[in-house]
C-alpha cells in the first residue's frame, strides 16, 4: 500500500533513508484528539526520546495526523525536528527532475485535501503539483468544497473509531467526489483512503469510481506499480 509505495519512489529517487520497524509507535494524535492527553504525552515522550537517541533531525511522514503532531505539537516536550509530508518531499524530487513520472495513468481524478496537510498546514499545492505531473490525468476539482473550504473525509478528531448519529460525514464527502464524475478521488492520508473506500463501497460504485493513494500513483508512473514483482536489476 501507501508505505510500500513510498519506500519504491524514495529508493528510486536514491535518497538514503531509515524508518523505525518496530520501534515506531503511534504519535499520539488520536489520544489528544479524543481527550486522552495523559495518553499522549507518554506516547510524544516516547516517540521524541526514540528520534534523539537515532540522531534524527529530519522526518519525512506519510500520514498528515503524524506531519502536524510532530511538526506542531511535538516542540512543546522538546521535539524540534525537520518535519516534512511525503507529498512536499516527492513534489521537490519531481520539480528538481530526480524522478520523472513517465507512465501514463490514465484517469480523471478529482484531489481531496486531508485537514491536516490542507487547512492546518496550508499545503495545498504540492499534491496538485504531483497530480498535475503524471501524464494521462485530467484533473477537475471538488468546488467549492476543495482548498481553503476543503471538507473532512469523517476519520479526524477520532471519529475514525466512532459510530455517527445521522449522515455520516464521509458519506457526505463520497458524494462531493460522485458529483465531479471523475474516476478517481485522490487522497494524500491514510485516514481518507479508509473512509473513501467504505464511502464508494456504501453507495455501490465501487466498481467504477476509486479511491487512490498519490504516491501509490506516483509509483505506478515511475514503472513501480508493484514493487514485490520487480525483476531483478
Known amino acids: ?7 519504491s519512489v524514495l529508493k528510486r529517487a536514491g535518497i538514503n533513508f531509515g524508518i523505525l520497524g518496530t520501534e515506531e509507535t503511534c504519535t499520539g494524535d488520536p489520544a489528544r484528539r479524543m481527550g486522552n492527553e495523559y495518553l499522549y504525552m507518554v506516547l510524544a515522550q516516547q516517540n521524541i526520546e526514540t528520534f534523539k537517541k ?12 503524524c506531519f502536524n503532531t510532530i511538526k506542531n505539537e511535538y516542540p512543546q516536550f522538546g521535539g524540534e525536528f525537520e518535519v516534512m509530508h511525503l507529498t512536499e518531499f516527492v513534489n521537490e524530487l519531481i520539480q528538481k527532475g530526480t524522478i520523472k513520472p513517465l507512465q501514463t495513468v490514465p484517469t480523471t481524478a478529482t484531489y481531496h485535501d486531508s485537514c491536516y496537510l490542507g487547512r492546518h498546514n496550508g499545503i495545498y499545492d504540492a499534491p496538485r503539483d504531483i497530480v498535475g505531473a503524471i501524464p494521462g490525468v485530467e484533473v477537475t476539482e471538488m468546488a467549492p468544497h476543495h482548498r481553503e473550504r476543503g471538507f473532512c473525509c469523517g476519520a479526524g478528531g477520532g471519529r475514525m473509531w466512532m459510530e455517527e448519529p445521522g449522515t455520516r460525514v464521509n458519506h457526505i464527502r463520497t458524494d462531493h467526489f460522485l458529483q465531479t464524475e471523475a474516476e478517481t478521488v485522490v487522497v ?7 473512509m473513501f473506500v467504505e464511502g464508494v463501497g ?3 460504485q465501487a466498481d467504477t469510481k476509486k479511491p487512490r493513494d498519490l504516491i501509490e500513483m506516483v509509483a505506478e ?3 513501480d506499480s508493484d514493487p514485490d ?5
Open 188 to 194: 494524500s492520508c491514510p485516514f481518507c483512503l479508509q
Open 202 to 204: 456504501a453507495k455501490g
Open 54 to 65: 537515532y540522531g534524527v533531525e529530519k522526518i519525512v511522514t506519510i500520514c498528515p495526523h
Open 229 to 233: 514483482e520487480a525483476a531483478p536489476n
Open 221 to 223: 508512473s515511475l514503472g
Open 1 to 7: 500500500g501507501m508505505a510500500k509505495a513510498a519506500v
